[in-house]
């Protein structure tokens, strides 16, 4: 089907499911969760240390603020975010009010976790500003090839925000900054059920093409953060904390939403292309749990080696 039949095909599922988010999602104000009593002036060219954190007696590793780092810088560029979501959705009837939705719930999500981070000084703003320049001048965001491409990458990349987010929350130490993490949270789970519901309407009225766009997702996904300074390093000391890795990769990401939400592999009425797509899917679904499997026993023997 052409971009423009599925399109209007799935409207009346857009309505519904928009409805429902607007129904369930609740609002909150970013300045009720951070910690302003803990804030002071900030004096021009202090070098940071990690003495200036106030973390409620808490200390962050390097692996946790290099997450907060990658999380806030990539929720910083949710103006191209906004550009490439609109741009496949466009910008009439539910479809663009569910895009503006959108883009209104994720901006206070830099606004609140930059609150926290401002208040607290849990890592170095003066690098933190610097990155937000860099990333939001280049803007790089991923480009999925076609409408079906996006559906499957948003479903994917919104749930793998939720969980880098929550288990970066779950590291921090603080009350206050696990709050902040867990509202946040709570904003991207209702996102990604509307991403993860959208796709599996779209299995149903185009399956050869969704079909496709799930084994290419699949085998290309990454999360947004390629523009950022230094991102790989960032990423291995993530992986390291286990905040995201390849083993919560496809644990909790492809397996739940691929396999049991989207069932690939009992998706019918497939033919050419599609099939053979399938088939290379569901191999790769298997290729890829063996990669996690492999992937969380070296770092297991790692974890036990720096206890002896």
């Given amino acids: 089907m052409k971009e423009n039949e599925i399109l209007f095909e799935l409207t009346p599922v857009v309505e519904q499911l928009l409805e429902r988010h607007l129904e369930t999602s609740?609002?909150?104000?970013?300045?009720?969760?951070?910690?302003?009593?803990?804030?002071?002036?900030?004096?021009?060219?202090?070098?940071?240390?990690?003495?200036?954190?106030?973390?409620?007696?808490?200390?962050?590793?390097?692996?946790?603020?290099?997450?907060?780092?990658?999380?806030?810088?990539?929720?910083?560029?949710?103006?191209?975010?906004?550009?490439?979501?609109?741009?496949m959705?466009?910008?009439?009837?539910?479809?663009?009010?569910?895009?503006?939705?959108?883009?209104?719930?994720?901006?206070?999500h830099s606004m609140v976790i930059y609150g926290y981070l401002a208040a607290t000084r849990a890592i170095d703003l003066v690098e933190l500003e610097r990155g937000r320049m860099a990333q939001v001048s280049r803007g790089e965001t991923?480009?999925?090839?076609?409408?079906?491409?996006?559906?499957?990458?948003?479903?994917?990349?919104?749930?793998?925000t939720r969980i880098s987010h929550r288990n970066t929350g779950l590291q921090i130490g603080d009350p206050v900054g696990y709050d902040v993490m867990k509202r946040v949270c709570a904003d991207e789970n209702l996102h990604q059920l509307f991403y993860r519901d959208l796709a599996a309407a779209a299995v149903e009225v185009d399956p050869n093409t969704m079909m496709i766009a799930m084994e290419r997702q699949v085998k290309k996904f990454s999360m947004p953060g390629t523009g950022i300074p230094d991102f790989e390093s960032h990423s291995r000391r993530i992986a390291k904390a286990g905040i995201y890795d390849l083993q919560i990769h496809h644990e909790q990401i492809l397996a739940p939403v691929v396999l049991r939400q989207w069932d690939a592999g009992n998706i019918s009425g497939l033919s050419g292309d599609g099939a053979i797509a399938q088939e290379r899917l569901m191999k790769r679904m298997a290729t890829s749990e063996r990669v996690a499997n492999r992937y969380a026993e070296k770092r297991d023997r790692e974890r036990d080696l720096e206890l002896v």
């Avoid at 940071?48 to 946790?64: F, I, K, M, N, Y």
């Avoid at 959705?89 to 206070?108: C, I, N, S």
């Avoid at 991923?142 to 793998?160: I, K, N």
């Fill in 89 to 108: 959705f466009g910008a009439d009837g539910p479809w663009g009010t569910w895009v503006r939705r959108w883009t209104a719930e994720e901006g206070r």
């Fill in 142 to 160: 991923p480009s999925p090839e076609t409408l079906q491409d996006g559906f499957v990458y948003l479903a994917l990349q919104e749930l793998a």
């Fill in 26 to 87: 609740k609002e909150w104000f970013p300045h009720e969760h951070i910690p302003h009593s803990r804030g002071r002036d900030f004096e021009v060219g202090h070098q940071w240390t990690e003495s200036d954190a106030d973390l409620d007696g808490h200390q962050l590793t390097p692996e946790v603020r290099s997450a907060l780092y990658v999380n806030l810088l990539t929720e910083d560029n949710l103006p191209y975010y906004f550009r490439t979501v609109e741009s």
